[in-house]
């Protein structure tokens, strides 16, 4: 069935014969209707996931409005996220837990900021376009930060 109304059965009081075989088949036969894309049921995320999307987005746009207030007047540049995921390790490997994989060795945490001025509207439009992103395709909750850097550098050269 396409619409709502396919098949329409018109039953009216003084209808003596009424198609019950069609009603029935239409009811009761036919072929298995696909799925809505509204209706299948999503992807659940390890526990947690949402929390730590938000406070990891959250913490790199944070990194870079402090860059950005640090270097008034500057456009563009380089920001090292590496040594800021590091400093995260060695501060939660001191109460004796990691954070996932947060800070593996292997770089790739440098944020090439674009020629023009950044602002907070710019930053947190990003950041929940990646966060919708994310919703609909979950990755592992191990690689936010490095996916959110390289979501940035993306969106910066088109810039």
């Known amino acids: 069935m396409v619409r709502w109304d396919s098949p329409l059965f018109t039953v009216g ?8 075989e069609g009603i029935k088949e239409a009811l009761m036969g036919g072929g298995v209707v696909r799925p809505n894309a509204a209706t299948l049921p999503t992807k659940h995320a390890e526990e947690g996931y949402l929390y730590k999307l938000d406070r990891e987005t959250q913490a790199v746009v944070t990194k870079i409005l402090e860059w950005v207030k640090d270097h008034e007047g500057e456009e563009g540049g380089v920001i090292d996220m590496e040594e800021e995921a590091q400093r995260k390790v060695r501060l939660a490997g001191k109460k004796g837990r990691r954070d996932d994989d947060e800070g593996e060795e292997g770089g790739g945490l440098e944020l090439a900021l674009p020629q023009v001025k950044l602002g907070v509207p710019v930053l947190q439009r ?6 919708q992103l994310q ?9 936010v930060r490095e996916g959110f850097i ?3 550098n993306a969106a910066f050269e088109e810039m």
């Open 150 to 152: 390289g979501f940035l």
């Open 13 to 20: 009081w003084e209808d003596e014969e009424v198609d019950y």
């Open 126 to 131: 990003l950041r929940r376009q990646y966060i």
């Open 135 to 143: 919703r609909l395709e979950t990755g592992g909750a191990g690689r």
